[in-house]
């Protein structure tokens, strides 16, 4: 965990000073220089009574604190099903291999739509889990590449959703938007969550930086706890 932090530290310190403001977010957290992975499940889509598709949708942003262009490179490593991983950023799915340069202006982040092709759920079980390489850098600084391994799995989005390498930042627990329960944990714990009657609903082995969907979950106050952290959400 220290020598992650470090060399994190000693990149952005180092080189161009615009570069320092200059990042790439999953799910709130920024993503260090270099190679990191994620693993990322499915939540069902309801088109009809008949029809649910699965869609995988990680919440990958870049940030900037000036006018810049940012080059995405996306990729797969399974031949078979490479064009089943798409940039659909701005609008206009574009399947993998495919390398764009987009436009970010100063303090409004760029939301990059990196997704796998959905599909209804028997295809999904049949394709089995697709990997994406996601590539991100400034127009001209390639030398500060983020470089994602993405694992669309064929689970549960409630069941995976883990960094390999923890995120930069403090460790955290926090509800976002659409009951979603992210966390931040430098070391192993497990995360729980219990109704206000003591219930233990959630009981989780967790570390890194991930995310639980608490859908599942009625309108209500909950506790949660992790490790030495603990406090209420509310789930509507």
């Known amino acids: 965990m220290n020598k992650i932090f470090t060399s994190v530290l000693a990149l952005a310190c180092a080189g161009m000073a615009y570069a320092d403001s200059f990042n790439v977010t999953y799910d709130g957290a920024v993503l260090p220089v ?3 992975s994620i693993q990322v499940g499915y939540e069902l889509q309801a088109l009809t009574p008949a029809l649910s598709l699965a869609k995988w949708e990680p919440g990958f942003y870049v940030e900037s604190d000036h006018n810049t262009k940012v080059v995405v490179d996306l990729t797969s490593d399974n031949l078979d099903y490479a064009d089943f991983v798409q940039d659909c950023t701005g609008g206009g799915c574009k399947n993998a291999p495919v390398k764009t340069t987009y ?15 959905t599909q209804p759920l028997p295809a999904v079980t049949a394709q089995g889990d697709i990997t994406g390489i996601l590539k991100v850098y400034e127009e001209g600084n390639e030398a500060r590449t983020v470089t994602l391994t993405i694992n669309f799995m064929v689970k549960p989005a409630s069941e995976v959703g883990a960094l390999d390498n923890v995120a930069v930042g403090g460790d955290y627990v926090r509800l976002e938007s659409g009951n979603s329960l992210s966390y931040n944990l430098s070391s192993a714990t497990r995360l729980e969550v219990y109704s206000i ?37 509310v789930v509507k």
């Open 34 to 36: 270099g190679e990191t």
């Open 103 to 117: 436009d970010v202006e100063a303090g409004t982040p760029l939301h990059l739509e990196i997704h796998r092709l």
């Open 197 to 233: 009657l003591g219930t233990r609903l959630v009981d989780r082995a967790v570390s890194g930086h991930g995310s639980i969907s608490l859908d599942f979950l009625g309108r209500g106050v909950y506790i949660y706890r992790a490790g030495r952290i603990s406090g209420k959400i």
